[in-house]
């Protein structure tokens, strides 16, 4: 009896753990994620499976449009707890690198548009998250990379796969097998990132981006996510005949009939995502 009722406490410690590493909240179609493991935000399993369940909440909740992901502190992620990597073996790695890439997937895959907020540290595993996202807003002093060969890993969370999409083969050579590390201005002209702008601005701009996103109808962006995905997967011609057909898609919806309304009327559209 005792040891079923310590095992019970063991697990409301670590339910309450992942509630308290991270930060949520939403207002007006925007949700806020803070990844909240300070100083430097490391990505833990139970960081992970809390970040996991939350996106995974975020999925099911029509009301959200667009989510904003950062790390609270002075970094946005460094990504994956070495201290736990040291005592993993095969399958706890192989645990890890699966939890990870769910989550990238859900947020790729997701119909919402992911706003990563970066500020300081985005190495590793916080790298891969922020690639993830579709949009990454970033401050003069944001620093990005993928160390893990310097330490004889290579990275678990899709990096290999997004980055060379994102930079081209020669950029993304360069940068995961060395490992160094690049400031926002390199980040920007290689085109990791959107924007740039200051620790005292921030919090500005990207709730501006996201302001802009969500007044968007959202089945619009929807299909224009999947849409720019797939021009990376597919031929030109069949990304073409796919973007027909989405296209003419929306002419049956009810968000369609009010934008072209709205437009007409000189008015803001009410968008039902219908």
């Given at each position: 009896m005792e040891e079923k009722l310590e095992k019970a406490s063991t697990l409301m410690e670590e339910n309450e753990m992942e509630e308290r590493s991270i930060i949520y909240s939403e207002k007006d179609g925007i949700a806020t994620i803070k990844l909240n493991n300070p100083p430097l935000n490391i990505l833990n399993l139970r960081m992970l499976n809390a970040l996991y369940k939350t996106i995974s909440n975020i999925e099911k909740n029509d009301e959200i449009r667009v989510v904003i992901i950062e790390g609270l502190e002075k970094a946005f992620s460094v990504g994956a707890d070495l201290k736990e990597f040291s005592k993993a073996d095969v399958r706890k790695a192989k645990k890890i690198s699966e939890i990870g890439h769910k989550i990238m997937n859900l947020i790729e895959e997701s119909g919402k548009i992911y706003i990563a907020?970066?500020?300081?540290?985005?190495?590793?595993?916080?790298?891969?998250?922020?690639?993830?996202?579709?949009?990454?807003?970033?401050?003069?002093?944001?620093?990005?990379?993928?160390?893990?060969?310097?330490?004889?890993?290579?990275?678990?969370?899709?990096?290999?796969?997004r980055l060379p999409r994102i930079i081209g083969l020669k950029k993304a050579n360069e940068i995961l097998l060395t490992g160094r590390r690049i400031n926002a201005e390199e980040a920007l002209k290689l085109g990791i990132i959107n924007t740039i702008t200051t620790d005292e601005t921030l919090d500005e701009e990207t709730i501006r981006m996201a302001e802009s996103l969500v007044k968007n109808a959202p089945l619009a962006l929807k299909e224009i996510k999947k849409l720019i995905k797939l021009a990376f997967e597919t031929p030109l011609k069949m990304g073409?005949?796919?973007?027909?057909?989405?296209?003419s898609n929306l002419f049956a919806t009810e968000d369609l009939k009010e934008g072209i309304k709205a437009f007409l009327e000189k008015r803001k559209p009410q968008y039902k995502g219908r």
């Open positions: 907020k970066v500020k300081g540290y985005a190495l590793g595993g916080g790298f891969e998250l922020a690639l993830a996202c579709d949009i990454i807003i970033a401050s003069n002093n944001a620093t990005f990379g993928s160390p893990e060969p310097t330490l004889g890993l290579i990275p678990g969370w899709g990096a290999t796969q073409c005949q796919i973007e027909i057909e989405k296209f």
